[in-house]
């Protein structure tokens, strides 16, 4: 078996995206290894430990991104190769906010250029690490691939809150496409 290359992967992917997104859900090419690539926190993807400087290139590689379990991989019709991705594949670095007849919507905007309108089927959800305190806000984008929003993207988010209560709680979130997405416990809030 040829071990794969970035450009046999990309030459594959070229030809399977020429109609929108790729159905690489649908695939089950053998796995075929490791690449050395990596998705850092900040959304910067490397391969063999230098950035990939092509926006385009970067794009494409995003267009054959799946993940299996907690494990991400880079799939074409003929190999599955597995990547890194230290925390989400993407990061969410805007956000339109409207909708119809006054029903909120956000449409939240990828650095890799994906757009997700949060709903039912695409949640918003945030988890706070223990250490700090620190919210970590993700949107579902595509097929278990999130984007974690950033923060200036979040801060506007905040700004749209509002306090719900669920259960007999009281909770601070948003709303998107008529689903609440809590945020934090109202009581937590400084």
């Not at 046999?8 to 109609?19: P, Y």
């Not at 890194?84 to 909120?104: L, N, R, S, Y």
């Amino acid at each position: 078996m040829v071990k794969p290359t970035t450009d046999s992967i990309a030459a594959a992917a070229t030809k399977a995206a020429r109609k929108g997104l790729p159905p690489v859900h649908k695939w089950n090419p053998p796995f075929c290894g490791n690449l050395d690539m990596r998705i850092a926190r900040d959304g910067t993807w490397f391969y063999e430990g230098t950035p990939i400087g092509r926006p385009a290139m970067v794009r494409l590689f995003s267009t054959i991104l799946r993940k299996d379990g907690e494990d991400y991989f880079l799939v074409t019709p003929v190999e599955k190769v597995g990547i890194a991705v230290e925390d989400a594949p993407f990061i969410a670095i805007d956000v339109d906010v409207g909708g119809p007849d006054g029903t909120q919507s956000l449409t939240f905007t990828t650095n890799v250029g994906d757009r997700t309108t949060a709903g039912p089927d695409t949640p918003i959800r945030v988890t706070i690490d223990q250490a700090t305190g620190e919210p970590a806000p993700y949107v579902l984008v595509r097929d278990r691939l999130e984007a974690l929003i950033d923060r200036k993207t979040f801060y506007r988010l905040v700004d749209l809150g509002e306090e719900r209560d669920i259960h007999g709680k009281a909770w601070f979130g948003i709303t998107s496409g008529g689903t609440f997405f809590p945020i934090q416990p109202s009581a937590d809030l400084a």
